[in-house]
């Protein structure tokens, strides 16, 4: 199977920063795109930035210019840099891998890390 390990969630203050990792473990022979979605209470879970195996990027409207999303294809390792955070940025933030593993391919999540910013 493939396991993911999230980190770097927490409380800031509006305008502060943080920076989510995830890392990918198991028995991956490849990974194709990788991702942070979001879930604020009440709402539905939403794409907040994606990374493609070739470093394409893909962020939502709402978070474009102010968060970066990178990857370490030699670590299995996607990062979320978070800057000038907003209130409405609150949620759990979840990682999402499309990988290739020994039972073919299927899409992998985190379990989630809270993002809490305060106004």
């Known amino acids: 199977q493939v396991q993911l390990v999230e980190s770097g969630g927490g409380l800031v203050q509006a305008g502060g920063s943080l920076r989510l990792s995830c890392a990918a473990s198991g028995s991956i022979f490849s990974i194709n795109a990788m991702g942070w979605y979001r879930q604020a209470p009440g709402k539905q879970r939403e794409l907040v930035a994606q990374?493609?195996?070739?470093?394409?990027?893909n962020y939502a409207d709402s978070v474009k210019g102010r968060f970066t999303i990178s990857r370490d294809n030699a670590k299995n390792t996607v990062d979320l840099q978070m800057n000038s955070l907003k209130p409405e940025d609150t949620a759990v933030y979840y990682c999402?891998?499309?990988?290739?593993?020994?039972?073919?391919?299927?899409?992998?999540w985190g379990q989630g890390t809270q993002v809490t910013v305060s106004s």
């Open positions: 990374i493609t195996s070739g470093d394409s990027t």
């Open positions: 999402n891998v499309d990988a290739y593993y020994y039972l073919g391919r299927r899409e992998f």
